[in-house]
């Protein structure tokens, strides 16, 4: 059972352009949730994250949406640039994610010039 | 500042063979560790978790274990590998007393230790 699905394996963008990244996830428990940036070979980076109580965070070029009726969420990157092109995961955290997060399984995002 | 550290970076392993990665943090006390796997296709799967020395939380079934010795040491082993271990490991960490971290579960992952099991 995928609590959090990222349906698009990868995603081709032209520099310059908006990516947009996507997440769904099923489990109404999840109160935090996080987006890393992953390259290869490399262990996640922390991107950006949003508390279940709000639907917009925004820092710098990266922006996650919350829609909570929806159990959506979304990584908006404006402008993209080519050092962006890497896997994004999607994590969802629950009762202060002390036994971890749950991720989904990436999306990798190419950026073209 | 805080680091973490595991390796090794790369193993080749034959089946049946020992395994034996290790994880140390630096720079706090009483963390929240956990082990991760990359395999291809799947995401970032949680293998286990310690909230404390010699307390282990197994989230899926396998042939792997993983221990707490000291406060900041994490290993991850098998007595015999199998060819589905190939992966990309991960171990994390967490500091629910930090303040901050508490409220959204962040996890700081070390540089990570690709294993290749022919």
């Known amino acids: 059972d995928q609590q959090v699905k990222q349906n698009s394996p990868s995603l081709s963008v032209q520099e310059g352009r908006i990516s947009i990244l996507n997440c769904d996830y099923t489990?109404?428990?999840?109160?935090?949730f996080l987006w890393y940036k992953k390259y290869p070979a490399e262990g996640p980076t922390f991107l950006i994250s949003?508390?279940?109580?709000?639907d917009k965070n925004e820092d710098g070029r990266f922006t996650v949406f919350l829609n909570k009726s929806a159990k959506h969420l979304s990584l908006h990157i404006v402008p993209s640039q080519p050092g962006d092109s890497a896997v994004y995961f999607c994590?969802?955290?629950?009762?202060?994610?002390?036994?971890?997060?749950?991720f989904g399984k990436g999306t990798h995002l190419i950026i073209q010039p | 500042s805080q680091t973490i550290h595991q390796w090794p970076a790369t193993l080749v392993q034959p089946v049946g063979s020992p395994l034996s990665l290790e994880c140390t943090v630096e720079?706090?006390?009483?963390?929240?560790l956990y082990w991760y796997r990359q395999a291809a296709g799947r995401g970032l799967q949680l293998l286990f978790y310690?909230?404390?020395?010699?307390?282990i939380s197994s989230e899926v079934p396998q042939n792997l274990s993983a221990s707490r010795p000291q406060d900041r040491q994490f290993i991850l082993s098998s007595k015999k590998l199998l060819l589905s271990d190939s992966g990309f490991y991960l171990c994390?960490?967490?500091?629910?007393?930090?303040?901050?971290?508490?409220?959204?579960?962040?996890?700081?992952f070390g540089e990570g230790s690709r294993l290749t099991v022919l």
């Open positions: 994590a969802a955290s629950e009762r202060g994610g002390a036994d971890g997060l749950t």
């Open positions: 310690s909230v404390g020395i010699g307390q």
């Open positions: 720079g706090t006390s009483n963390p929240n």
């Open positions: 994390a960490w967490t500091d629910l007393a930090g303040g901050g971290l508490r409220s959204t579960g962040e996890l700081f």
């Open positions: 489990n109404s428990m999840f109160d935090y």
């Open positions: 949003i508390s279940s109580i709000k």
